[in-house]
């Protein structure tokens, strides 16, 4: 996948998938993520990001529902059905969360996104085997 980025694999590192089209706000993400321990990968969009967890597993699922908000409902969707012991959780700038209502996500955070809820999220969940 050509905006998929991460580390090798291999790892015992909980492995993490953020659907984002900024690629600051990405970026950032992924660092806070891989300082906190994560095997962090990236999309850039929900279609590229459908493709890619047909053939990688994820523990965890970070989406933007701004870049993509007519996919990201049925990406969440189908992630459940897919991963239904992952951690998912939204986020937007520009939305208040409701179309997620009744899809399965863990958590929705407003941008500016609050980093101490997103980790405590992704910590309270056991991500673990």
Known sequence: MAEEEGMAAG????????VEDDKTFRTVLQMVLDENGYEVHCSVDCPTASRYVLRHPF???IIDYGMDG?????FVRFLRERFPASVIIAMSGHHDGTDFAGTGTDLFLSKPIEFDRLMKTLEKRDLSD
Do not use: I, M
């Open 59 to 61: 523990d965890a699922f």
């Open 70 to 74: 007519k996919y990201a409902p049925s």
């Open 11 to 18: 790892t015992d590192k909980k492995r993490v998938l953020v």
